[in-house]
């Protein structure tokens, strides 16, 4: 028995998200049907999140025990022959036995992407929301910062949420800013991105931190307000939950 570890991405677009649903696509299922296809083993596949529908992967961990003599380092060439073109396995080695891709990592790294030009850019339009009014930057750095630490979540997760403790840590929250290539002279802030690394994410988190730093940059909450928004533990006192194609799962990380 060999436990293997995988890292993918994949483009969410065309996905439930990862989680099998029945009658639905999702890239678990993918994944399911492509071992079986090189092993003839149905086995489980384990990831180390659940994206929800829509959402991409740069660097999602998946892990799954096989009984295949198949080589570690032919691994993501066997997959990819058999995975839809939105998905691709681009490191394979084979892992501890109790490795497990959720329940070993440690910390997660969330990307959520604005174009902030007047004109959508159809190259990355799957992967980005486009925000074509005007947007202030430096308060949006402002509020991101208030985001890090150990915090009560509740006002930055779906009323949806089924974990009974909403205290999560951020370890990192960052706002960078850069000018889209090839659009210079297109009005507009350029291309955002907001970074968030923690020990956990609940229901929708990082788009409704997403969607409140969009606000702020619209002027509609003050940066000054995020700390209030916290303490108030009520979903009703944050941002609009931000659209999920502009979330990519960014990194996971292990001891």
């Known amino acids: 028995m060999k436990n293997i570890r995988v890292t993918i991405s994949y483009d969410g677009t065309g996905y439930c998200g990862f989680q099998v649903q029945p009658g639905l696509p999702s890239i678990q299922a993918a994944l399911i049907e492509a071992i079986e296809a090189i092993t003839g083993e149905r086995v489980a596949v384990h990831g180390s999140g659940r994206t929800d529908a829509g959402v991409h992967a740069r660097a999602q961990v998946v892990n799954f025990v096989t009984t295949s003599a198949l080589p570690v380092d032919r691994w993501c060439r066997a997959l990819n022959a058999r995975l839809p073109d939105d998905i691709v396995a681009w ?7 109790a490795f497990h891709a959720r329940k070993s990592s440690k910390r997660k790294t969330y990307c ?56 999560r840590t951020i370890y990192e929250a960052r706002l960078d800013c850069d000018v889209v290539e090839g659009m210079e002279r297109a009005p507009g802030v350029g291309r955002i991105r907001f970074f968030f690394t923690g020990n956990g994410f ?17 002027g509609k909450i003050a940066a000054a307000d995020i700390p209030r928004i916290l303490e108030a533990r009520n979903r009703q ?3 609009m939950t931000a659209a999920a194609h502009g979330l990519t799962l960014w990194e996971v990380h292990y001891e």
Do not use: Q, W
Not at 91 to 97: D, F, Q, R, V, Y
Not at 145 to 154: K, M, S, Y
């Open 91 to 97: 490191s394979a080695e084979e892992a501890p036995e």
């Open 202 to 218: 609940l229901y929708n988190m990082v788009r409704i931190m997403s969607g409140t730093l969009l606000a702020v940059g619209e």
């Open 112 to 167: 959520y992407t604005v174009n902030g030009n007047r004109y959508p850019d159809p190259l990355t339009r799957r992967t980005e929301l486009h925000h074509p009014g005007p947007l202030d930057v430096p308060s949006m750095r402002e509020a991101i910062r208030h985001l890090e630490g150990e915090h009560d979540f509740t006002s930055f997760c779906s009323v949806r949420t089924e974990t009974e403790s909403k205290v």
């Open 237 to 239: 006192a944050a941002g």
